[in-house]
């Protein structure tokens, strides 16, 4: 069992940062791939990032390419996301998930644990 917190969210004007951090409990965080997904209202929740168990290797969906960045700590049990250049519409829910599988997925049904979220508003 993984437990997943979410922190650092907020409101941020357009062209602001923000950095997200992912909590998680249990010793096993580094047998897991890490990933940020975001729901924005209306819209269903998409994959932003994914990183694999050991950190070295990252994915980014194409939207956040170049502004944003997903890192971990294995020694903190701790999954970030840095985002820069902030615009109106990264404004959503943000989540952390954990996965068992051995490679970055984008589709959610695959992440066997979910935190409860962080909101991420950005004003235009």
């Known amino acids: 069992q993984v437990q997943l917190v979410e922190s650092g969210g907020g409101l941020v004007q357009a062209g602001g940062s923000l950095r997200l951090s992912c909590a998680a409990s249990?010793?096993?965080?580094?047998?897991?791939?890490m990933g940020w997904f975001r729901q924005a209202p209306g819209k269903e929740r998409e994959f932003v990032a994914g990183?694999?168990?050991?950190?070295?290797?990252?994915y980014l969906t194409d939207s956040v390419k170049g502004r944003f960045t997903i890192s971990r700590d294995n020694a903190k049990n701790t999954v970030y996301l840095q985002m820069n250049s902030l615009k109106f519409e990264d404004t959503a829910v943000y989540y952390c998930?954990?996965?068992?599988?051995?490679?970055?997925?984008?589709?959610?049904?695959?992440?066997?644990?979910w935190g409860q979220g962080t909101q991420v508003t950005v004003s235009s």
């Open positions: 998930a954990a996965d068992h599988h051995i490679l970055i997925r984008r589709e959610e049904a695959g992440y066997d644990y």
């Open positions: 249990g010793r096993t965080f580094s047998s897991y791939v």
């Open positions: 990183i694999t168990r050991s950190g070295g290797t990252a």
